[in-house]
Nanobody, 124 residues
Framework: QVQLGESGGGLVQAGGSLRLSCAASGRTFSNYRMGWFRQAPGKEREFVAA????????YYADSVKGRFTISRDNAKNTVYLQMNSLKPEDTAVYYCAASSDMYDIKDKRRYGNWGQGTQVTVSS
């Protein structure tokens, strides 16, 4: 198992930026694909972004493409989510997650390890 802890959430005005971090401990971080998901009140948890083990491939939900950037530093056991041009509809609890398998990287069911989440609130 790998343990995950998110940080960097907060309150920001529309059009602003935030950078989320997710620190991992336990198993070898580079063995895991990493993803960011979010859950707004009353809604299902949804895919936001993901990155493969080496960091050479990234994947995004259409709603955040061009505004958010996922990256990882395997030497620091950390994955990041840079969020720019934030909108009120981006308001949610953001979770990082780790996947050890090879299947659909956008499917939350492929992730067996989750952080506790960090709140992001975007005011209009």
């Amino acid at each position: 198992q790998v343990q995950l802890g998110e940080s960097g959430g907060g309150l920001v005005q529309a059009g602003g930026s935030l950078r989320l971090s997710c620190a991992a401990s336990g198993r070898t971080f580079s063995n895991y694909r990493m993803g960011w998901f979010r859950q707004a009140p009353g809604k299902e948890r949804e895919f936001v972004a993901a990155i493969n083990r080496s960091g050479s491939s990234t994947y995004y939900a259409d709603s955040v493409k061009g505004r958010f950037t996922i990256s990882r530093d395997n030497a620091k056991n950390t994955v990041y989510l840079q969020m720019n041009s934030l909108k009120p509809e981006d308001t949610a609890v953001y979770y990082c997650a780790a996947s050890s398998d090879m299947y659909d990287i956008k499917d939350k069911r492929r992730y067996g390890n989750w952080g506790q989440g960090t709140q992001v609130t975007v005011s209009s």
